[in-house]
């Protein structure tokens, strides 16, 4: 049984990672800055330990750290920048390298350490970099395009106008996963260290063009979408770092092995995006909010 330390416990990647661990019967260190959070206590209801931890106070990461076997190492430059995703970055790295920690897995993102141009990938890679100069076993894993991130936010406000409005053509490909995924697989590696330690690893569980995307989302949401893409500029208008992302997957796209994935690791349960759809509660989603009724 392994104890492992899990970063960004109540963010989606690391709240997948923690579930999936406790599902395995291995003993969970939820770290969150809010440990009195909703979500703190819902992993307290599955077992966690919950304690509390910053990035910007290298304290706090010392005390959770200590006498944990592993680390599930998840950062992020939105609500803040990319600079200082670089930097926590490199401070939780050296926490656990001080911690004599027995591995650390590091979620980046899929192309993350090839010349892409977009800033946040850039940011990532460069904690990656930090991490191989440790005494400590390491794997990256890069997750693709978030499936979730269809079900929230300005997708979501398109959809309820019955328009899947993204800044891609409709035939260009894109891998995509669902967070789910992402925390089987983070548990596999974690309990499978020799196999994998020193390993960086690109992972995506579907691949599918805006224009199937669409499709997908009609027949599970039960009513028309169609596919619109959004021009760049309007895009840049409000974030040039995500500008740059789409006009990477549309010029280069993230090609991952799914297939490879699929067959090598089976015990992840690998799920299309026609399988993430049909399980979300589109009704509950789409209902009209105070600000478009």
């Not at 790295?93 to 899929?110: P, Q």
């Not at 330690?197 to 579907?206: L, P, T, V």
């Not at 224009?211 to 840049?236: C, D, K, M, T, Y």
Request: net charge negative; hydrophobic share 45%; glycine share 6%.
């Amino acid at each position: 049984m392994l104890t492992v330390a899990v970063t960004g416990a109540t963010g989606s990647q690391g709240r997948a990672t923690a579930r999936a661990l406790l599902a395995a019967g291995h003993r969970v260190r939820a770290l969150t800055r809010r440990p009195d959070a909703p979500a703190a206590d819902a992993l307290r209801g599955l077992g966690a330990d919950v304690r509390h931890a910053d990035f910007d106070d290298r304290a706090s990461l010392d005390a959770a750290l200590s006498g944990a076997d592993s680390l599930f190492a998840v950062t992020t430059p939105f609500g803040t920048s990319t600079a200082t995703e670089t930097r926590q970055g490199k401070t939780l790295v050296d926490a656990a390298e001080a911690a004599r920690l027995g591995h650390i897995v590091l979620t980046s993102a899929a192309h993350a350490d090839r010349d892409t141009a977009v800033p946040h990938y850039e940011s990532k890679h460069l904690v990656e970099q930090h991490l191989r100069t440790t005494d400590v076993p390491w794997t990256v894993i890069a997750p693709a395009a978030f499936m979730d991130n269809y079900g929230s936010g300005w997708t979501l406000d398109g959809l309820r106008d019955n328009t899947f409005a993204w800044p891609m053509p409709a035939d260009r490909p894109l891998t995509l996963i669902p967070a789910a995924d992402i925390g089987a697989f983070a548990a596999l590696v974690l309990q499978r260290r020799d196999e994998f330690a020193g390993r960086r690893i690109d992972i995506a569980s579907d691949e599918r063009t805006p224009g199937q995307i669409a499709e997908i989302l009609a027949a599970a949401a039960g009513r028309p979408i169609v596919h619109q893409e959004v021009p760049l500029a309007h895009v840049r208008s409000r974030s040039a770092d995500l500008a740059a992302m789409f006009a990477y997957f549309t010029a280069v796209g993230l090609d991952v092995d799914v297939a490879g994935l699929r067959r090598d690791y089976p015990e992840v349960g690998w799920h299309s995006f026609a399988d993430w759809a049909a399980d979300q509660d589109w009704p509950a989603l789409l209902a009209p909010t105070p600000a478009n009724r």
